[in-house]
C-alpha cells in the first residue's frame, strides 16, 4: 500500500503530504541556528531529528524554505528526490537527514527547516529546528566612472561609483595614495566632495588631473577601481625657448616644450611677427621639429631678430614665450644707395649703411677706386658712425664712392658704388679747361681720362621725388568709388604709373595725368596691394599702399598645412580678409581611398586658425580644403590639398585603460540659415566611442532644456529644424543615445530665427497644439467642473437630509433640545411642572438610561442646575416611563387633559398624594399622566419615599418664603429634581 503512492499523480501526492503536515502534531521544539557562507561554495544545513533505517520506506524527509509554499526538497524511502526547480542539482541529503546546498546564490540566504511526515497511523510529523542560511559575498561594483574621463579646465567634474556585496561593502576614494576628500586644513580640502560614493570635483584644474581610485570593501574582500582624469585646456609651456648668440654660418636651435591634453599639439614659429615660412630668406633653412624645437641652418646676419614660440591644441587661447637671436658676424653693409645728392653749396651727407655685430669699429672710403684722404679736403670729417660730412656741395664731391665698415670680426667686403651728384642745374661755359665731369652718365665716362679742349653746355638734372604719397590704407564699400593721390617731381619729370601686386585681369582703373589712381566702382577684385611708381631717366622711385574693400564675402586663406596623424590631421592656416565681417571657418575633407567620398565639414571654433580633425582611419588619403564664411556669404575655397594619414606601427601597444562602452556626444555642430528653414549639421562621434542608435536634440530659449527632437537616426547627418518660433534665439545641443548608454551633451550652438518668416509668431515652440488635442483638453476641464459641481450639491443635500432628521429624532439622541416655552411661577406646581417639561427628559435621559452599575452609587447632573445627584440602588426609573414622556414631547397638545383615575396604574398612593399636592393639574396639562398609565406599577414602598421627599421640598419652600428672598443656589431644585425623577 505505501508503494503505491508513489504511483498516485502528482497534485495528489502533495495534498496527501500537506494534509499530513497540517493534521501532524509537532512533538519537537525547533531552537534557530545560523549557517553563514560564502557565493558559489556549499553549506550544510543540520537537521537536529533522528532518522531510523528500518523506518525510511514509511517517513517523508521535507526541507522546507520561508517564503514558499511547497518544500523545496522531498525524500520518500529509496525513490528519487523531488527538488524545487531553482535548486536542481544543488540539493543532497548528508548524514541523514540533513541537507548539503551547493553553488549557492544570493538568492538562496533564508530560513530553513526540516520536517519528517510518518506515512503510518497515526499520522503526524516531526519538525526540526529553524536554520537560517546566510550567503555573503564579496564587493563588486555595479556603477564606475570610466577608465578614462576628460574634464575641461575650470568645469566640474563627477565621479560615480557604486557596489553591491553582502555584507554593504565601504566605498573610499584616493588620489595619488591619498584619501579623499582632503583634510579640512588642506589647500583642496574644499574642492573634492564625497558623497554616497560618488566623488565631485567642485573646479577642475591642471593638479586634478591624474588617478583616482575607487575601493570598495567588506569582511569577504575588497575590489577597486582606477580612473585616470585628464584635463582638457591649452597648453602649458614647459621648456621655453632662451636668448641665443651664434657665429655667422652656424646653426641655431631654439628649444621649446608645452604639455596639454589633448596632446595633438602644434608648434608655430613668429621671426618679429612674421610666421618663419612666410620669411623668402629663412623659409629653406629653418625647420620646426615635432618636439616644438626650431632649427635654423646656416645662419646669416639678417637672420638676428626676436623669435616666438606658439604652441596650439585648438583649445582657448595658445601661450607664447619669445627668445632673441644674435648672430655674431663681419662688418658689411646693406642696402647701399644707386645714386647720392649733395645740395650745391650746402653741407651733406654721403652715408655708408653698416652692420656689425659685434659693434662696430671704423669704415674705409674709396673714392674713384682711390683711397679717400679726408684730411686732405678742407671741411670733410667722419662721424662716429662712419658718415662723411661734406662741408660744402659742390665739384670736388662729384664721384664714385664705396665703404668698407670693419669690426671685431673683420668685415665682409666693400660696398656696392654710389654716385654722388649735386642737386642744381646750370649752364657752364668753359674753353682750354681740361677736366672730367664726375656726373657722367655712367661710370664707364670716367674711363675717358684723356685731357680735351672744349666748349660745350652741360645741364644738371634732378632725380625723381614724391611730393605727395598715398595713404598706407584705404577702406572703401563695394560699388564706391576711389581716388588715390601720388604725385612726384624730377628733372625730367617723371612718369607716374599704378599696378597692382599679383595678376588681376578684372581690375578696372585709370591713372589720371597728375598720378591719381581711380577706380569708378570697388568690386572685391581690388582689394589688395597697390604700388605707385615715379619714373625718370635718372632713377624709379615707388610708394606701396593696400586698398580694403569692405561689404564682400571673405577671402580665401592662404598657408594651408596638415600635419597628418595615425587616427586625424592638425590642420592649420593664414586667415585672409574678412571683407569688414566676422568670419567663421569651417575645414572640409574627403577621403579619396577606394573611390571619392562625400565632403565632410568640421566647424572651426571662433578665433582659431587651426583644427584637428579626429576620426580618420590609418594610411587613408584625404582631400583637404578650407573655406571662409560670414553674414555676406562664402569665400573662395583654399587650395586642395592630398593628405595620406600615418600607418599604425606594428609595435604600438593597444592603450593599456580603455573605456569599455565609451559613447562620446556628435562634434562639430553647425547652423545654417536657409530659405526652408534653419538646418542642423554634425558629424559622428569619432572613434574610440561606439556607434549610436541615434540622436537627442535639445533646445534652451532663457530656462532650462527641454527635448525638441528624439530618436533621430544615427545615420543622419543633418535636420532642417521643425517648431521654432520667429525672433527667438535659441541654444541647441545633442546627445548620442544607444541600447543602455547616453553621452554627455555636445558643444551648444546657438542660432537665431530673427527675420525668418518661415517660422510663425507666437511665445512658446511647437505650437499651436493640434484639434484633437484641444478637442481633449477641453473635454477634460468640463469633466472636472461636472464632477466637483455634483460633489457641492451632493454635500449640500446630505447635509439638509441630517439636520431634517436629526431634529426629528427621539429624546434618546437628541440630548441637547430646546427647554419648552413654559410660564414659570413660584409655586410647587410650576416648578414640578418645570421640571416634568424640561429636566425630565435630560437628567432622567442620562440616568436611567444610562447602563446599570452592579452596586454602588449612580450619579447624574441636571443640565439646568449643574446639581449633582446620588441615587440609591432602589430608585431606578422604569424605562417605560421615559418612553411615554418621549411620545408625549413629540405630540404634545396645549390644551389636552388627562384623567385622574389614569394615574391607578401607577398606585393609588401616588395618585392621592399628587392629588392633594396640586400636581395632578400640571400633570394633566402637560398630557404626562395619560403617558404613565401604560408604565408598570411601582411598590409601596418607593411611592412612600416620594412622599416624604416632597413634602420634605414643600417645607424647605414655606421655610425659604419665612426667611426672605435668597439668591437661588444650585441646590435649590436637588430635591424636586429626584421627586420628579422618582
Same mark, same amino acid.
Given at each position: 500500500?505505501?508503494?503505491?503512492?508513489?504511483?498516485?499523480?502528482?497534485?495528489?501526492?502533495?495534498?496527501?503530504?500537506?494534509?499530513?503536515?497540517?493534521?501532524?502534531?509537532? #512533538?519537537?521544539?525547533?531552537?534557530?541556528?545560523?549557517?553563514?557562507?560564502?557565493?558559489?561554495?556549499?553549506?550544510?544545513?543540520?537537521?537536529?531529528?533522528?532518522?531510523?533505517?528500518?523506518?525510511?520506506?514509511?517517513?517523508? &524527509?521535507?526541507?522546507?524554505?520561508?517564503?514558499?509554499?511547497?518544500?523545496?526538497?522531498?525524500?520518500?524511502?529509496?525513490?528519487?528526490?523531488?527538488?524545487?526547480?531553482?535548486?536542481?542539482?544543488?540539493?543532497?541529503?548528508?548524514?541523514?537527514?540533513?541537507?548539503?546546498?551547493?553553488?549557492?546564490?544570493?538568492?538562496?540566504?533564508?530560513?530553513?527547516?526540516?520536517?519528517?511526515?510518518?506515512?503510518?497511523?497515526?499520522?503526524?510529523?516531526?519538525?526540526?529546528?529553524?536554520?537560517?542560511?546566510?550567503?555573503?559575498?564579496?564587493?563588486?561594483?555595479?556603477?564606475?566612472?570610466?577608465?578614462?574621463?576628460?574634464?575641461?579646465?575650470?568645469?566640474?567634474?563627477?565621479?560615480?561609483?557604486?557596489?553591491?556585496?553582502?555584507?554593504?561593502?565601504?566605498?573610499?576614494?584616493?588620489?595619488?595614495?591619498?584619501?579623499?576628500?582632503?583634510?579640512?586644513?588642506?589647500?583642496?580640502?574644499?574642492?573634492? #566632495?564625497?558623497?554616497?560614493?560618488?566623488?565631485?570635483?567642485?573646479?577642475?584644474?591642471?593638479?586634478?588631473?591624474?588617478?583616482?581610485?575607487?575601493?570598495?570593501?567588506?569582511?569577504?574582500?575588497?575590489?577597486?577601481?582606477?580612473?585616470?582624469?585628464?584635463?582638457?585646456?591649452?597648453?602649458?609651456?614647459?621648456?621655453?625657448?632662451?636668448?641665443?648668440?651664434?657665429?655667422?654660418?652656424?646653426?641655431?636651435?631654439?628649444?621649446?616644450?608645452?604639455?596639454?591634453?589633448?596632446?595633438?599639439?602644434?608648434?608655430?614659429?613668429?621671426?618679429?611677427?612674421?610666421?618663419?615660412?612666410?620669411?623668402?630668406?629663412?623659409?629653406?633653412?629653418?625647420?620646426?621639429?615635432?618636439?616644438?624645437?626650431?632649427?635654423?641652418?646656416?645662419?646669416?646676419?639678417?637672420?638676428?631678430?626676436?623669435?616666438?614660440?606658439?604652441?596650439?591644441?585648438?583649445?582657448?587661447?595658445?601661450?607664447?614665450?619669445?627668445?632673441?637671436?644674435?648672430?655674431?658676424?663681419?662688418?658689411?653693409?646693406?642696402?647701399?644707395?644707386?645714386?647720392?645728392? $649733395?645740395?650745391?653749396?650746402?653741407?651733406?651727407?654721403?652715408?655708408?649703411?653698416?652692420?656689425?655685430?659685434?659693434?662696430?669699429?671704423?669704415?674705409?672710403?674709396?673714392?674713384?677706386?682711390?683711397?679717400?684722404?679726408?684730411?686732405?679736403?678742407?671741411?670733410?670729417?667722419?662721424?662716429?658712425?662712419?658718415?662723411?660730412?661734406?662741408?660744402?656741395?659742390?665739384?670736388?664731391?662729384?664721384?664714385?664712392?664705396?665703404?668698407?665698415?670693419?669690426?671685431?670680426?673683420?668685415?665682409?667686403?666693400?660696398?656696392?658704388?654710389?654716385?654722388?651728384?649735386?642737386?642744381?642745374?646750370?649752364?657752364?661755359? =668753359?674753353?682750354?679747361?681740361?677736366?672730367?665731369?664726375?656726373?657722367?652718365?655712367?661710370?664707364?665716362?670716367?674711363?675717358?681720362?684723356?685731357?680735351?679742349?672744349?666748349?660745350?653746355?652741360?645741364?644738371?638734372?634732378?632725380?625723381?621725388?614724391?611730393?605727395?604719397?598715398?595713404?598706407?590704407?584705404?577702406?572703401?564699400?563695394?560699388?564706391?568709388?576711389?581716388?588715390?593721390?601720388?604725385?612726384?617731381?624730377?628733372?625730367?619729370?617723371?612718369?607716374?604709373?599704378?599696378?597692382?601686386?599679383?595678376?588681376?585681369?578684372?581690375?578696372?582703373?585709370?591713372?589720371?595725368?597728375?598720378?591719381?589712381?581711380?577706380?569708378?566702382?570697388?568690386?572685391?577684385?581690388?582689394?589688395?596691394?597697390?604700388?605707385?611708381?615715379?619714373?625718370?631717366?635718372?632713377? =624709379?622711385?615707388?610708394?606701396?599702399?593696400?586698398?580694403?574693400?569692405?561689404?564682400?564675402?571673405?577671402?580665401?586663406?592662404?598657408?594651408?598645412?596638415?600635419?597628418?596623424?595615425?587616427?586625424?590631421?592638425?590642420?592649420?592656416?593664414?586667415?585672409?580678409?574678412?571683407?569688414?565681417?566676422?568670419?567663421?571657418?569651417?575645414?572640409?575633407?574627403? #577621403?579619396?581611398?577606394?573611390?571619392?567620398?562625400?565632403?565632410?565639414?568640421?566647424?572651426?571654433?571662433?578665433?582659431?586658425?587651426?583644427?584637428?580633425?579626429?576620426? $580618420?582611419?590609418?594610411?587613408?588619403?584625404?582631400?583637404?580644403?578650407?573655406?571662409? #564664411?560670414?553674414?555676406?556669404?562664402?569665400?573662395?575655397?583654399?587650395?586642395?590639398?592630398?593628405?595620406?594619414?600615418?600607418?599604425?606601427?606594428?609595435?604600438?601597444?593597444?592603450?593599456?585603460?580603455?573605456?569599455?562602452?565609451?559613447?562620446?556626444?556628435?562634434?562639430?555642430?553647425?547652423?545654417?540659415?536657409?530659405?526652408?528653414?534653419?538646418?542642423?549639421?554634425?558629424?559622428?562621434?569619432?572613434?574610440?566611442?561606439?556607434?549610436?542608435?541615434?540622436?537627442?536634440?535639445?533646445?534652451?530659449?532663457?530656462?532650462?532644456?527641454?527635448?525638441?527632437?528624439?530618436?533621430?537616426?544615427?545615420?543622419?547627418?543633418?535636420?532642417?529644424?521643425?517648431?521654432? &518660433?520667429?525672433?527667438?534665439?535659441?541654444?541647441?545641443?545633442?546627445?548620442?543615445?544607444?541600447?543602455? $548608454?547616453?553621452?554627455?551633451?555636445?558643444?551648444?550652438?546657438?542660432?537665431?530665427?530673427?527675420?525668418?518668416?518661415?517660422?510663425?509668431?507666437?511665445?512658446?515652440?511647437?505650437?499651436?497644439?493640434?484639434?484633437?488635442?484641444?478637442?481633449?483638453?477641453?473635454?477634460?476641464?468640463?469633466?472636472?467642473?461636472?464632477?466637483?459641481? &455634483?460633489?457641492?450639491?451632493?454635500?449640500?443635500?446630505?447635509?439638509?437630509?441630517?439636520?431634517?432628521?436629526?431634529?426629528?429624532?427621539?429624546?434618546?439622541?437628541?440630548?441637547? =433640545?430646546?427647554?419648552?416655552?413654559?410660564?414659570?411661577?413660584?409655586?410647587?406646581?410650576?416648578?414640578?411642572?418645570?421640571?416634568?417639561?424640561?429636566?425630565?427628559?435630560?437628567?432622567?435621559?442620562?440616568?436611567? $438610561?444610562?447602563?446599570?452599575?452592579?452596586?454602588?452609587?449612580?450619579?447624574?447632573?441636571?443640565?439646568?442646575?449643574?446639581?449633582?445627584?446620588?441615587?440609591?440602588?432602589?430608585?431606578?426609573?422604569?424605562?417605560?416611563?421615559?418612553?411615554?414622556?418621549?411620545?408625549?414631547?413629540?405630540?404634545?397638545?396645549?390644551?389636552?387633559?388627562?384623567?385622574?383615575?389614569?394615574?391607578?396604574?401607577?398606585?393609588?398612593?401616588?395618585?392621592?398624594?399628587?392629588?392633594?399636592?396640586?400636581?395632578?393639574?400640571?400633570?394633566?396639562?402637560?398630557?404626562?399622566?395619560?403617558?404613565?398609565?401604560?408604565?408598570?406599577?411601582?411598590?409601596?414602598?418607593?411611592?412612600?419615599?416620594?412622599?416624604?421627599?416632597?413634602?420634605?421640598?414643600?417645607?424647605?419652600?414655606?421655610?425659604?418664603?419665612?426667611?426672605?428672598?435668597?439668591?437661588?443656589?444650585?441646590?435649590?431644585?436637588?430635591?424636586?429634581?429626584?421627586?420628579?425623577?422618582?
Amino acid at each position: 500500500m505505501l508503494f503505491s503512492l508513489l504511483y498516485l499523480p502528482l497534485p495528489a501526492l502533495w495534498t496527501l503530504i500537506v494534509c499530513l503536515a497540517v493534521s501532524g502534531s509537532s #512533538q519537537h521544539q525547533p531552537v534557530a541556528k545560523t549557517v553563514r557562507e560564502r557565493e558559489g561554495e556549499s553549506a550544510f544545513l543540520s537537521c537536529d531529528l533522528t532518522v531510523k533505517e528500518e523506518d525510511r520506506t514509511t517517513q517523508v &524527509i521535507e526541507w522546507l524554505h520561508e517564503g514558499l509554499v511547497l518544500p523545496i526538497f522531498i525524500k520518500f524511502g529509496f525513490h528519487p528526490p523531488r527538488i524545487d526547480g531553482a535548486y536542481l542539482g544543488r540539493l543532497s541529503l548528508s548524514e541523514g537527514a540533513s541537507l548539503r546546498v551547493n553553488n549557492l546564490r544570493v538568492e538562496d540566504e533564508g530560513w530553513y527547516r526540516c520536517r519528517i511526515l510518518f506515512l503510518i497511523h497515526p499520522y503526524h510529523s516531526l519538525n526540526g529546528s529553524w536554520i537560517y542560511l546566510s550567503v555573503t559575498t564579496p564587493p563588486s561594483f555595479q556603477t564606475t566612472p570610466p577608465h578614462l574621463v576628460e574634464a575641461m579646465l575650470g568645469e566640474p567634474a563627477h565621479l560615480r561609483c557604486e557596489a553591491s556585496g553582502r555584507p554593504e561593502p565601504l566605498i573610499r576614494w584616493t588620489k595619488d595614495d591619498r584619501v579623499l576628500p582632503m583634510p579640512a586644513g588642506h589647500p583642496d580640502g574644499q574642492r573634492y #566632495q564625497v558623497a554616497n560614493g560618488s566623488l565631485r570635483i567642485e573646479a577642475v584644474d591642471r593638479s586634478s588631473a591624474g588617478v583616482y581610485t575607487c575601493e570598495a570593501s567588506n569582511k569577504e574582500g575588497s575590489v577597486t577601481h582606477n580612473t585616470s582624469l585628464l584635463v582638457r585646456g591649452p597648453p602649458i609651456i614647459m621648456v621655453p625657448p632662451s636668448n641665443l648668440t651664434v657665429n655667422y654660418t652656424q646653426d641655431a636651435v631654439f628649444s621649446c616644450k608645452a604639455e596639454a591634453y589633448p596632446g595633438n599639439l602644434t608648434y608655430s614659429w613668429f621671426k618679429d611677427g612674421v610666421n618663419v615660412h612666410r620669411h623668402s630668406s629663412l623659409h629653406q633653412r629653418v625647420s620646426i621639429q615635432t618636439d616644438g624645437s626650431l632649427i635654423l641652418r646656416d645662419t646669416v646676419p639678417g637672420d638676428t631678430g626676436i623669435y616666438t614660440c606658439v604652441p596650439s591644441n585648438g583649445l582657448a587661447v595658445s601661450p607664447e614665450a619669445s627668445a632673441y637671436l644674435r648672430i655674431l658676424h663681419p662688418a658689411y653693409t646693406q642696402g647701399m644707395p644707386r645714386l647720392t645728392i $649733395l645740395p650745391v653749396g650746402m653741407q651733406g651727407h654721403i652715408r655708408c649703411p653698416s652692420v656689425a655685430s659685434p659693434p662696430l669699429l671704423y669704415i674705409n672710403w674709396t673714392k674713384n677706386g682711390l683711397a679717400l684722404e679726408l684730411d686732405k679736403i678742407p671741411g670733410w670729417y667722419q662721424d662716429s658712425v662712419g658718415t662723411i660730412v661734406v662741408a660744402m656741395g659742390n665739384d670736388d664731391a662729384l664721384g664714385e664712392y664705396t665703404c668698407t665698415p670693419y669690426n671685431s670680426y673683420g668685415t665682409m667686403g666693400e660696398s656696392g658704388s654710389t654716385h654722388v651728384i649735386l642737386k642744381v642745374s646750370l649752364t657752364l661755359e =668753359q674753353s682750354a679747361l681740361h677736366f672730367t665731369f664726375a656726373f657722367s652718365l655712367s661710370p664707364a665716362g670716367l674711363q675717358d681720362q684723356h685731357l680735351h679742349c672744349y666748349s660745350r653746355k652741360f645741364t644738371l638734372r634732378d632725380p625723381p621725388r614724391f611730393v605727395q604719397r598715398p595713404a598706407e590704407r584705404y577702406e572703401k564699400e563695394v560699388g564706391l568709388e576711389l581716388s588715390i593721390s601720388c604725385t612726384a617731381i624730377g628733372d625730367p619729370e617723371p612718369t607716374i604709373t599704378w599696378r597692382k601686386d599679383g595678376s588681376c585681369t578684372q581690375c578696372q582703373f585709370q591713372t589720371l595725368e597728375d598720378g591719381t589712381l581711380y577706380i569708378r566702382s570697388v568690386k572685391k577684385a581690388h582689394h589688395g596691394h597697390w604700388t605707385c611708381e615715379a619714373t625718370n631717366n635718372l632713377t =624709379q622711385i615707388s610708394s606701396h599702399t593696400t586698398v580694403l574693400v569692405l561689404g564682400t564675402s571673405p577671402h580665401a586663406v592662404s598657408n594651408v598645412t596638415v600635419n597628418p596623424d595615425v587616427f586625424g590631421m592638425d590642420v592649420s592656416w593664414e586667415p585672409g580678409f574678412n571683407g569688414g565681417q566676422p568670419q567663421q571657418f569651417t575645414v572640409w575633407f574627403r #577621403q579619396m581611398t577606394n573611390g571619392p567620398h562625400d565632403w565632410i565639414i568640421r566647424k572651426v571654433p571662433a578665433g582659431n586658425c587651426s583644427l584637428w580633425v579626429g576620426g $580618420l582611419w590609418p594610411d587613408t588619403e584625404y582631400q583637404v580644403s578650407v573655406l571662409a #564664411q560670414s553674414q555676406r556669404g562664402s569665400g573662395p575655397f583654399s587650395q586642395i590639398l592630398n593628405v595620406q594619414t600615418l600607418s599604425v606601427a606594428m609595435t604600438t601597444a593597444a592603450p593599456a585603460m580603455m573605456r569599455p562602452n565609451l559613447l562620446l556626444p556628435p562634434r562639430d555642430l553647425t547652423v545654417n540659415r536657409t530659405a526652408r528653414g534653419i538646418v542642423l549639421c554634425w558629424a559622428p562621434p569619432p572613434p574610440p566611442s561606439h556607434l549610436p542608435l541615434g540622436y537627442l536634440l535639445e533646445f534652451r530659449e532663457a530656462g532650462g532644456w527641454a527635448v525638441l527632437r528624439s530618436a533621430i537616426p544615427a545615420k543622419q547627418h543633418q535636420i532642417l529644424l521643425q517648431g521654432l &518660433i520667429k525672433d527667438v534665439s535659441y541654444q541647441l545641443r545633442m546627445i548620442s543615445q544607444s541600447e543602455n $548608454l547616453a553621452s554627455e551633451p555636445s558643444e551648444i550652438v546657438n542660432v537665431s530665427t530673427a527675420g525668418m518668416s518661415i517660422y510663425p509668431s507666437g511665445s512658446r515652440i511647437l505650437e499651436p497644439l493640434s484639434q484633437s488635442v484641444r478637442a481633449g483638453i477641453i473635454a477634460g476641464v468640463c469633466f472636472l467642473t461636472s464632477a466637483l459641481f &455634483i460633489s457641492i450639491m451632493a454635500s449640500y443635500l446630505m447635509k439638509r437630509r441630517r439636520t431634517r432628521r436629526m431634529q426629528n429624532s427621539p429624546i434618546f439622541f437628541s440630548r441637547y =433640545q430646546k427647554t419648552p416655552n413654559l410660564e414659570c411661577s413660584d409655586s410647587p406646581d410650576s416648578l414640578l411642572k418645570l421640571k416634568l417639561e424640561t429636566s425630565l427628559y435630560e437628567t432622567f435621559e442620562r440616568v436611567a $438610561l444610562s447602563p446599570r452599575r452592579s452596586s454602588g452609587e449612580k450619579h447624574a447632573q441636571d443640565f439646568l442646575t449643574g446639581q449633582k445627584y446620588e441615587w440609591g440602588e432602589g430608585l431606578a426609573m422604569s424605562s417605560e416611563i421615559l418612553e411615554a414622556l418621549r411620545l408625549h414631547q413629540r405630540s404634545r397638545r396645549p390644551n389636552s387633559s388627562i384623567a385622574l383615575q389614569d394615574l391607578t396604574h401607577t398606585g393609588s398612593s401616588v395618585s392621592s398624594e399628587l392629588r392633594r399636592s396640586g400636581t395632578v393639574q400640571s400633570l394633566e396639562s402637560t398630557g404626562v399622566v395619560r403617558s404613565l398609565r401604560h408604565s408598570r406599577s411601582s411598590t409601596d414602598s418607593r411611592c412612600a419615599a416620594l412622599r416624604e421627599e416632597f413634602q420634605e421640598y414643600r417645607r424647605r419652600k414655606e421655610r425659604e418664603k419665612l426667611e426672605g428672598p435668597r439668591g437661588k443656589g444650585p441646590s435649590s431644585f436637588g430635591n424636586l429634581e429626584q421627586a420628579t425623577l422618582l
